[in-house]
T-cell receptor, first 116, second 112 residues
Framework: NAGVTQTPKFQVLKTGQSMTLQCAQD?????MSWYRQDPGMGLRLIHY???????DQGEVPNGYNVSRSTTEDFPLRLLSAAPSQTSVYFC???????????????FGPGTRLTVL | QKEVEQDPGPLSVPEGAIVSLNCTYS??????FMWYRQYSRKGPELLMY????GNKEDGRFTAQVDKSSKYISLFIRDSQPSDSATYLC????????????FGAGTQVVVTP
């Protein structure tokens, strides 16, 4: 199993550009999520999904879109990049979709994004 | 004010000492509590997962939850240089499952 993979590892954008961060998992996990990590802020949830076709907003969704057309993939789209979106982005997945199931989240290696 | 507060450290301890980490939170609905370890430039990995109040032990790691005080702790016994990392707490409520709230993380340095 490759686990959770993220591409690209690094990206530099100019203000106003759009791009898609890719996330894929091969563990047949129903739950997938996107976080951003900034110094002193910990991980903040952007969007999450409990299955194909189902997504919901997290703590900091503005400026980001997601969709979940397959169980394996959960791309994150930046519509018009801003310097405030400079961050490290982590994708995570877990088998469980409720508190009553086993819920270890597996994280990808991260994408370091700089917006100039 | 953030729902989950965690001292960022750094916390420096000598090898073999007990590392004590904690988080406080304000949302009384949180029922599920997790501790993650994150090495530099890597993704977090789950260490401990606990439900409601009480203690849980796994090897050198002990997690404690005190819901009455809205306070959770992680203890690492016999610390090793390989324990040097950032430790993040996370929590979730039953009725907002999936919306995990993370602390800012505490950087731990174990010196040989």
């Amino acid at each position: 199993n490759a686990g959770v993979t993220q591409t690209p590892k690094f990206q530099v954008l100019k203000t106003g550009q759009s791009m898609t961060l890719q996330c894929a998992q091969d563990m047949n996990h129903e739950y997938m999520s996107w976080y951003r990590q900034d110094p002193g802020m910990g991980l903040r949830l952007i969007h999450y999904s409990v299955g194909a076709g189902i997504t919901d907003q997290g703590e900091v969704p503005n400026g980001y879109n997601v969709s979940r057309s397959t169980t394996e993939d959960f791309p994150l789209r930046l519509l018009s990049a801003a310097p405030s979106q400079t961050s490290v982005y982590f994708c995570a997945s877990s088998w469980g979709t409720s508190p009553y199931s086993y819920n270890e989240q597996f994280f990808g290696p991260g994408t370091r994004l700089t917006v100039l | 004010q953030k729902e989950v507060e965690q001292d960022p450290g750094p916390l420096s301890v000598p090898e073999g000492a007990i590392v004590s980490l904690n988080c406080t939170y304000s949302n009384s609905a949180f029922q599920y509590f997790m501790w993650y370890r994150q090495y530099s430039r890597k993704g977090p990995e789950l260490l401990m997962y606990t439900y409601s109040s009480g203690n849980k032990e796994d090897g050198r790691f002990t997690a404690q939850v005190d819901k009455s005080s809205k306070y959770i702790s992680l203890f690492i016994r016999d610390s090793q240089p390989s324990d040097s990392a950032t430790y993040l707490c996370a929590m979730s409520a039953t009725d907002s499952w999936g919306k995990f709230q993370f602390g800012a993380g505490t950087q731990v340095v174990v010196t040989p």
